[in-house]
């Protein structure tokens, strides 16, 4: 057990929805990470928070939106969903930037 | 060119075989490498971190750097039918950056 609680566990919709994805850190760890993994992508950087500020952006579409909130839990909202937006969704945390990630077990987001 | 690329297999070896997984990149500015493992339906698992060149033994694993190749491996001793799993490295450049994974190499270790 990484310490990284995802919920939920599983998640079906349909396109145009909106989603929310929600993220708890280990103890301690300042940093959240966000990644989407699919089969023909592999596992792609979406953006950072470290201790409720935005560090870093990697390919995240602009229908994507993501905030880490005082008590450093973090939350990626998925808008105006399309079928190519069915993947796993992972959050990482770290104490700092620089150090290890640890994962979570990801939420499976299946658009139908 | 791909940043990162990993031959994804699957790769089939009996129990006590040694593994050899690889990764070879393309940017020479990369300094921190790292190996995760995936077991299905579950997150990646930290296994081994290192900083530029040169190997890292934990275990049963160990991690190797070569920064003139642009090339890392993990390498497996006496496998278990529980190491069957999916392996992915990852590198960035510095502490602040953002970690680029390669697609991961589907293991499974047959008893």
């Known amino acids: 057990d990484s310490g990284v609680t995802q919920t939920p566990k599983h998640l079906i919709t349909a396109t145009g929805q909106r989603v929310t994805l929600r993220c708890s850190p280990r103890s301690g760890d300042l940093s959240v990470y966000w990644y989407q993994q699919s089969l023909d992508q592999g596992l792609q950087f979406l953006i950072q928070?470290?201790?409720?500020?935005?560090?870093a952006k990697g390919n995240i579409l602009e229908r994507f939106s993501a905030q880490q909130f005082p008590d450093l839990h973090s939350e990626l909202n998925l808008s105006s969903l399309e079928l190519g937006d069915s993947a796993l969704y992972f959050c990482?945390?770290?104490?700092?930037?620089?150090?290890?990630?640890?994962f979570g077990d990801g939420t499976r987001l299946s658009i139908l | 060119q791909k940043e990162v690329e990993q031959d994804p297999g699957p790769l089939s070896v009996p129990e006590g075989a040694i593994v050899s997984l690889n990764c070879t990149y393309s940017?020479?500015?990369?300094?921190?490498f790292m190996w995760y493992r995936q077991y299905s339906r579950k997150g990646p698992e930290l296994l081994m971190y290192t900083y530029s060149s040169g190997n890292k033994e934990d275990g049963r694993f160990t991690a190797q750097v070569d920064k003139s190749s642009k090339y890392i491996s993990l390498f497996i001793r006496d496998s278990q039918p529980s190491d069957s799993a999916t392996y992915l490295c990852?590198?960035?450049?510095?502490?602040?950056?953002?970690?680029?994974f390669g697609k991961g190499t589907r293991l499974s270790v047959i008893a």
């Open positions: 940017n020479s500015a990369f300094q921190y």
């Open positions: 928070y470290y201790n409720g500020e935005e560090r």
């Open positions: 990852a590198m960035r450049v510095s502490g602040n950056t953002p970690l680029v």
């Open positions: 990482a945390s770290s104490t700092s930037y620089s150090q290890p990630q640890h």
